[in-house]
């Protein structure tokens, strides 16, 4: 039987949400499923219906100026700040979760960086736009430029391809046009005159460039006063086939509708509400879009000029649209906002007008290019299938956390897509809390306030439930009570019609409050209790499980436990050097912990702490002291937080007492509360943590801070026991049968066990018994030809680690000849090149390869040459004898010749 191994706590990454989109450029292919965004200096590739990612392009040092993907997704244009343009090829792997990029060409273009990006719909030709006014025009494949547009030197801000009508009045035939190929020789091609570039300046400057003709027509305002057609940035430009129109969006706050007329464009300018930085046509022309500043996606009547869309007050600032892409076999509008928030909208048909004119036009999906930094995150509902998170925003942020389910998922819901935002602070949340259900959420915030959300997805419903003022410094802390109802109450079974009794918080100004939550059918007011609680900022607050007690972790070093009925001090923790961040009372029934002084405390009366000092405390509730302290963070411990403690008293009892901590070293550290050691280290984050979470049920860790990721740990602790408990019992038995083919001299059984059991003595031995066996097979390389097949047929790893122990037993003289014989063996069975081509896992690689064999070489030389002077000794000795022979009597042997023969013999 295999000894049972000690149990170790393990948990792995599960899920990340990870960001997508930093600000900058984001591109769409055609079939609206590869999402290509900007990511600081780098480029990522997201499936945008599940949010899965499927390709990082590392950047190049420098800030990403804009990228596009062709629509038929075969390639992607990355260009940067260093003045540099990649071209990648994609290739999506059959079951589209990964893409292959390969880089198939690098270039500068301009002489100052890419601004702005165009494809055309055949996915052949890109336009570059330039800071310094430079517009070219690119074979994609190919890799040369087809045409150079000339313009004033002011920054290109809009490009835009199109083909114009057939019938259009401006059309010329086909004819033959010449460019220069790749070999600078002249080829004709046909190109079709209709093609045309609209660029866009920030003058103003509206432009039409001919592909076919390869000239420039002005767009004019007032074409005999060479009026431009805005006064500020173009910032969008779009065609519309079916009207020969053009619709060009300004900074001017101007959207103008350009028609072609008397051999002229003529615009009609409309909206002078906002700086306006997208537009474009709608439903075969039918319509037209704006969207800017306000946050707003507008649409318009093309004929009539009269906006489909009902008045709406403008959104906040971070809602400011940015950019819009629209995919009209579709129907959807993607939204660059400010906040880094990706908007769809779906576009009704033209029957369908009366969806604008009912309501607010609104985003059907909302994506979450970064949460930016989390400053606190809970798990929502009973089922613990969402979660609330404050991020660096007055919003609190709802996303989804429930498994996946292809079967019954709905397009766009997926692990980590967003759910919903909690509006109504007018600052950053700072903190966040739930109640035993997870319906009822409080937030604290910035703006001196805290709130009380209601949270009912079955209604799609989000509400501000209460708002309780009297702070005058930033609400940096909010406790709610969690104990849970008897099953057979109203409360349980309804939670949503009775929010919990009462709501603690703390600020910046050191006071604490307690605040009565008002029921809806209740006349009473609710009552609240307020107190100077600290002489520094309020850190953090925690309410006891029974709800009797909550304590207060204050920057002056200090931990205060109160009574919630009377809000009167009970006890004072002190012991810690710096501030204190967090603070957790332990589950009600957790088991009795040990102290580093020994003697066991009822768990229910401890609590941990965290601090700027760097350690974790566990304190006693009965007399206030410190029962153990935690080292092992090299920062200030932010979070702290109990895992799963099994409710059953006889399991609980079994398993390990445990708690994570967060701190600013970026690190999740699971604690084993009775020894006081580090169960494991949890490592994917690269900026401070300052919030964890922890399911209630999988003992799944969550943790946040600010690189803007959430990391869901799974609890591998009892597969691990079992993967260790496995293996244990396979060696016992791998053993036993290595033990059995030495018996039974199963030498080429034995041979392979022993190297993949990697037991050198045995080894040694089994090769030692071949090569000195007497009865030698004739023609084998080691005395046995079993044991050559075994040499000949070994893998790169067993050939590799076979040659590690010949370099062993090759330094030892006593080993040192079967160590050749079998080094031998292995030379004649395998060409030269086997060896320098090993496959060697490791981070060392060839290096440790290159090592090995270097190492047999050196001891191999050595012994030969010992055997060379060994031979040229022996000459001596001969020669000697041979000298005696000459001047012995010849009558016999004396005393000395007879020992001369001896020696001889």
Known sequence: MANRQAAKTTFEVENVIQPIFTGGSVALENGARILASTLGEDAVLTELTTGKRLAEIEGDGEPISTLTITPSASHLILCSRSLTMRIYALKVSPNFDSIETTLVRTSKPHATPVVVLAVDKT????????????????????????????????????????????????????????????????????????????????????RIFDLGKRTTTPVYADAKRKQEAHESNVQSIDYSPENHALLTGSRDKTVTLWLWREGGWQGTPMLRHELVEAVGFLNEGKWMYSAGESGLLRIWDTTTHHELTVK?????????????????????????????????????????????????????????????????????????????????????????????????????????????????HEDLVMSLDVDWSGHWVASGAKDNTARLWRVDPANNSYECYAVFTGHIESVGAVALPKTIPPEDSEAFQNPLDHPPPFLISGSQDRFVQKRDIPRESSKKEPTTLRRLAHEKDINALDVSPNGRLFASASQDKTVKIWDTERLEVQGILKGHKRGVWTVKFAPSHTPAIQGETGGAVSGKGVILTGSGDKTIKLWNLSDYTCLRTFEGHSHNVLKVVWLHIPS???????????????????????????????????DNHEDRLWTLGVHPETNTIVSAGSDSKVTFWKDTTAETQAAVNSAALKLVEQEQELENYIHIGAYRDAIVLALQLNHPGRLLSLFTNVVTSPNQ?????????????????????????????????????????????????????????????????????????????????????????????????????????????????????????????????
């Open 123 to 206: 996915s052949t030709l890109l336009a570059t736009g330039a800071a310094d006014g430079a517009i070219k025009i690119w074979d994609i494949v190919g890799g040369y430029v087809t045409h150079t547009v000339s313009g004033p030197s002011v920054l290109i801000s809009a490009l835009h391809f199109f083909e114009i009508a057939a019938t259009a009045q401006d059309s010329v035939p086909e004819r033959g046009a010449k460019k220069r190929g790749r070999n600078g020789q002249e080829e004709e091609k046909k190109t079709d005159s209709r093609f045309r570039l609209a660029w866009g300046t920030q003058d103003g400057k509206v």
């Open 312 to 424: 709406q007050d403008p959104k906040s600032e971070g809602e400011a649209i940015l950019s819009t892409i629209y995919l009209p076999h579709k129907s959807l509008i993607l939204c660059t906002q400010s906040d880094f928030t990706l908007a769809l909208y779906k576009i009704p048909s033209p029957t369908d007008v009366s969806i604008l004119r009912t309501g607010p036009y609104e985003p059907f999906r909302r994506i979450s290019g970064t949460h930016d930094e989390i400053y606190d995150l809970a798990y929502l509902l009973r089922d613990q299938s969402m979660m609330a998170l404050a991020t660096n925003s007055e919003d609190v942020r709802i996303v989804s956390v429930a498994k996946p389910q292809p079967e019954t998922e709905e397009e766009g819901t997926y692990f980590g897509h967003d759910v919903a935002l909690l509006k109504g």
């Open 648 to 682: 059953d008293d006889e399991t609980a009892g079994k398993k390990k007492i445990t708690f994570a901590s967060a701190g600013a070293d970026s690190l999740v550290k699971v604690w084993d509360a009775n020894s006081g050691e580090t169960e494991c280290t949890l």
């Open 777 to 905: 097979e004739v023609g084998s390389l080691t005395g046995l030809k079993a044991v050559d097949q075994v040499l000949g047929s070994l893998s790169d790893e067993q050939l590799f680690l076979l040659l590690l122990r010949l370099r062993d037993w090759n330094t030892n003289a006593r080993t040192a000849p079967i160590a050749q014989r079998i080094l031998g063996a292995l030379v004649k069975s395998y060409p030269a090149r086997k060896f320098s081509e090993l496959s060697v896992k490791g981070a060392r690689g060839q290096k440790s390869l290159k090592e090995v064999l270097n190492a047999l070489r050196v001891y191999t030389e050595r012994h030969y040459k010992r055997m060379e002077e060994l031979v040229d000794e022996s000459y001596l000795v001969e020669y000697t004898l041979q000298e005696m022979d000459s001047i012995a009597p010849p009558g016999g042997l004396g005393r000395e010749e007879e020992d001369v023969e001896m020696l001889e013999v």
